[in-house]
Each structure stands twice: as C-alpha cells, then as structure tokens.
C-alpha cells in the first residue's frame, strides 16, 4: 500500500460502497476485508481496493450467497491482486507477446531472439512465468478488471464443488456449468469517490 493511498474510515467504506455497518463488522471479522492502523490504538483504515470489495461482497450478499462462496471469491481475487501488484507490467508483457505466462516456459530463449529482449526482460518474464501457475493466467486478467471496472465478472461452481471465476459467460459455456452468476462490475464496482481536498495557496 503506497503512503499516499487515501484511506477511508469504515464508515466511509459503507458509505461508498452501499454495505449496511452490521455486514461490514461482520466481513472484517471473517478476515474478507483487511484494513490498516497508523497505530495500536487506531481505527482500521481501508484502501480503494478494500473499498471495492466491500461492494463487491455487498452485491454477492444481495444475491443470496453465503460466507464460504465470499471467501472463495475474495481469496482467488486477492490471488489476482498479489500478482498484479509485483507484476506491475504483466499487461504490457501479455499485449505485446501475445501469450499466457503459462506459455513462457520453453519459450523465453525464442522470444529473446525474435524480440531482442534485454535480460532484464527475460528475468521479468522468467518471474511472471514463476508466479503465475498453469491455468491460472486467467487471474491476471481478473485484476486488471477488477481496478478498470467495464465488464462482468462471471461465479460458477465446477464440477468438483469449487467456486470458480472468469471475465466472460463463455468461460462458463466452456467448462460446461449449468448456471452461474454474473455481475456487472462496470455498475457494481463504479463508485462514487470523494474529490481530493485541494490545499489552500
């Protein structure tokens, strides 16, 4: 979390994000919300992201899911997240390659000689490849639509009985699930943030 990252108080997180005080109380205590102190004895604070969680949670609660469906969202977002912020050029690298990082693996030698890549390229792309799993570049992209709310974000259970995630009703279609939910993000994940309080000169 950068320094100057404004920080909203829970109320303010309510506020914003349409959540009643009782559901938030309750999504901290269950670890679904993190928030920050300045000190031992200070009020959680909670960032942009915790912000839109909390109206993402909210929608889901309107929808009639429970607890453990939220954990399983939020965990695989929070999964998204952690590679999205130490990856911060992951879109640049994945728009301009034109692959998945699941795909690097035997391919970086290649893709220094059609590219001429500098090795500080290839160690990043070495990293992305480290961090993202096979199958799981789908939550890189999760992330980047999460932080530029446009589309939808698409919850299913597979066959197995686990919760899944996606950015697209073909996603669903393709794995063959019988229903799934579907949020706008673009109306959900919209908020209407404070203006910047501008200094006196």
């Known amino acids: 979390m950068m320094d100057d990252e404004p920080l909203f108080s829970r109320a303010e997180l309510c506020s914003l994000s349409n959540a009643p005080e009782d559901a938030a109380v309750f999504w901290i205590r269950q670890g679904l919300l993190l928030g920050s102190q300045r000190s031992v004895r200070a009020h959680l604070r909670f960032n942009r992201r915790e912000v839109m969680l909390a109206a993402l949670l909210n929608e889901m609660r309107r929808m009639g899911l429970n607890v453990a469906a939220m954990r399983a969202v939020t965990y695989r977002l929070r999964f998204a997240f952690d590679i999205y912020d130490q990856l911060p050029k992951v879109r640049f690298w994945m728009d301009m390659l034109d692959l998945a990082p699941a795909d690097l693996g035997g391919r970086l030698d290649e893709l220094q000689a059609r590219w001429g890549l500098e090795n500080s390229h290839i160690e990043q792309l070495r990293a992305l490849h480290v961090m993202v799993p096979s199958g799981r570049s789908q939550d890189v992209w999760l992330a980047i639509d999460f932080y530029d709310p446009k589309g939808s974000l698409v919850i299913w259970v597979d066959h197995d009985g686990a919760w899944q995630l996606g950015n697209h009703v073909e996603s669903v279609i393709d794995e063959g699930a ?17 203006q910047p309080k501008v200094g006196a000169t």
């Open 178 to 194: 019988r229903s799934a939910l579907v949020i706008n993000t673009g109306r959900v994940l919209t908020l209407d943030w404070p």
